[in-house]
């Protein structure tokens, strides 16, 4: 179901029914936003303890440590997210695509190379960001518009975020499963190291294995499994608290803070690095808002995240400052013996649900990176039929098992992998902060003050505690480093390839006339059929169509022009999504289709898409009959002019069509320009492919009537004819070069980069979920 949907029907609910929803989305949070963040007690106090902090053993750096953790679980994960972040998302949607998508709508920000002006009437999404380019700091806008390079930083920081966010995806299974075993070692003292490491990578392989079989039931199987978690680790820590030392509600006070820093000095700010790990996951709560809404993720995250996890930081502290030499396995050893085992149990589950919600977060964004144009093609699939967005994604989910066995097998030690983690999670809080300070001057229209305010405010914070992360370079911080710096030069290169394979197409674009004015010497003919030409241009001809005329002076009776385009939106509703117009006159038989997905959308293999564009241009000539103005003579000034078309309004349609129940009744009943041994030999391949057979059989018929006019009826009854006949797919082979003069830089870029991704990842017509019968590729040498 769709979220905007979803979200729209609620407030047309009874009070008692919008609580109840309120309540039930709040308990499937638990399952996927609060995994990571409830499995942070596993390992911080042994980070934050791991380095030259150990030799401060007394209650006043434990109480130091304890104050230093609450300020920062109050004032970033309640203060910054739960109460301002949250407020920012993108329709439902949250993330730091979000947030840039936000951005490009209300200012023209956007690198998305084939946007158009149709664009911005898209539902509510553009027109509230466009009717509010004229408010607060115009002149801030008119100067980061201005320039190019400040719209590829932004750009830049983005992507940064998206690879950190990648980097998250590796880290967080590791550090927590790795955490939960490490319980074993506490009761089973003769297990060694190794023993924990191949349990954890058995664990760990087994996550992956079974991610295939899709998140669709992830809230219900998850949710209680992270709130049993929750009330152990909440009532263990107010055991611990009463038990060991009542006295330690007193580190509640910014005042140990204060004296932490006095004692320790250099050595505090470096454990900064360990105590910062009580926050990570935060991200989560706004990166995963798709499925749930800002106010059920506030009432989980007040009503029993923060007081169980203060209680069990407080616990914690409280065994610690009576027991300094259990710092190493200070959660498990804090445990009372009756209840370790079932709290062993439980917590590996939870690190199992935590690192679920990271691995699905990891292929939502690079989904959002693809449908941006910043990533390769891959393979995407949707793997619930009533819950929309969930997906898998077979290259990344390998990928990331690899990387994440590699780094539990090569460190063994959750210190060093939560130096790295520590980084990763800060780079994409501090991408946050940045992206939210314009969000407060652009979207919310509020004066530069408060932006600023709420830039230095955070922004200082996860400075000081990233800094603190950065001295641990050497010791495992490396990891995410060298991550986000890979996954990022994947999506630059693959971004600049795009454009440029773009721009040259802009530049070599033909008028249709001056084709159309060369048929005599190409000696041009009309075949039977309906011809679609993908193309990425919104306007012109692509030179792939010239290409593909002067060696083949032929095409057929029907041509449409097809554009499958991203837009910085989460969801096109099915009304918007498909855009039609004419190229040239009438009798040309020319149109043009744009279809438009947004960031979140999930393009599925639709066996109705040849009907629906079908149903789509009939409906255009229909619309265009009952415009005055374009009964006019063709006029090349309106070739641009486009159609919304509402695929799902029945009122008016123009065709009637009627199901075919077998394949020998479609080869029987329809018109075809194939001959007896062309189409005996589609059928043996129709057969052998099931994906092919399974493809919707429809007629489609003229109704009659009498006070069509029949210039209408004439051009349906081609289209219908044309349709009959059979629809082939032209698309281009492509062979991307960069010109002899480019710099080493771009040569590099181009020629190695570039033509390796494009080689390795998945072919535009196998992504596009197009018929390899009716494929027709054409090559052709691109010099960028």
Known sequence: MDAEAGAAGADQLPWRQRYRNLLLLAYQSFGVVYGDLSTSPLYVYKSAFSGRLSRYQDEQTVFGVLSLIFWTFTLVPLLKYVIIVLSADDNGEGGPFALYSLLCRHAKLSLLPNQQAA????????????????????????????????????????????????????????????????????????????????????????????????????????????????????????????????????????????????????????????????????????????????????????????????????????????????????????????????????????????????????????????????????????????????????????????????????????????????IACMTVMLVTTFLMALIIIFVWQKNIIFALLFLFFFGSIETVYLSSSLMKVHQGGWVPLVLAFIFMSVMFIWHFGTRRKYQFDLQNKVSMRSILSLGPNLGIVRVPGIGLIYTELVTGVPAIFTHFVTNLPAFHEVLVFLCVKSVPVPYVPPDERYLVGRIGPRAYRMYRCIVRYGYKDVQRDDENFENMLVMSIAKFIMMEAEDVSSSASYDMANEGRMAVIRTTDDAGTPLGMRDLSGLAESISTTRSSKSESLRSLQSSYEQESPSVSRRRRVRFELPDEDNMDQQ?????????????????????????????????????????????????????????????????????IYYV
Not at 189 to 216: A, N, P, Y
Not at 749 to 761: E, H, M, P, T
Request: glycine share 8%.
């Open 119 to 422: 664009d911005e009437e898209l539902s509510t999404y553009y027109r509230d960001g466009f009717a509010a380019q004229h408010g607060s700091t115009p002149w801030l806008r008119r100067f980061l518009e201005k320039h190019k390079t400040i719209k590829t930083v932004l750009l830049l920081v983005v992507l940064c975020g998206a690879s950190m966010v990648i980097g998250d995806g590796v880290l967080t299974p590791a550090i927590s499963v790795l955490s939960s075993m490490s319980g074993l070692q506490v009761r089973a003292t003769g297990l060694q190291d190794r023993s924990v490491v191949l349990l954890s990578c058995i664990v760990l392989v087994g996550l992956f294995s079974l991610q295939h079989r899709g998140t669709q039931k992830v809230a219900f199987m998850f949710a209680p499994i992270v709130i049993i978690w929750l009330f152990c680790i909440g009532g263990i820590g107010l055991y611990n608290i009463v038990h060991w030392n009542p006295r330690i509600y007193q580190a509640l006070s910014p005042y140990y803070i204060v004296k932490f820093f006095q004692t320790t000095g250099t050595d505090g700010w470096i454990a900064l690095g360990g105590i910062l790990l009580s926050m990570t996951g935060s991200e989560a709560m706004f990166a995963d808002l798709g499925h749930f809404t800002s106010a059920s993720v506030r009432l989980a995250f007040i009503t029993i995240i923060y007081p169980c996890l203060t209680l069990q930081y407080m616990g914690q502290a409280a065994f610690l400052s009576k027991n300094m030499f259990h710092m190493r396995t200070s959660f498990y050893d804090s445990i009372p013996g009756p209840v370790f085992w079932p709290v062993f149990v439980v917590a590996t589950l939870a690190a199992v649900v935590g690192s679920q919600a990271v691995i699905s977060a990891t292929f939502s964004i690079v989904k959002q990176c693809h449908a941006l144009g910043c990533f390769p093609r891959v393979k995407v699939v949707h793997t619930s039929r009533w819950i929309y967005g969930q997906i898998y994604i077979p290259e990344i989910n390998w990928i990331l098992m690899v990387l994440c066995v590699a780094v539990t097998v090569a460190f063994r030690d959750t210190t060093l992998i939560g130096n790295a983690y520590g």
């Open 712 to 780: 209408v009826k004439d051009e349906l009854l081609a289209l219908v004819e044309a349709k009959h006949a059979g629809v082939a797919y032209i698309m281009g082979h492509s062979y991307i070069k960069a010109r002899r003069s480019s710099s080493f830089l771009k040569k590099f870029a181009i020629d190695v980069g570039y033509s390796f991704l494009r080689k390795n990842c998945r072919g535009p017509s196998v992504s596009l979920h197009i018929p390899h019968i009716s494929l027709i590729e054409v090559g052709m």
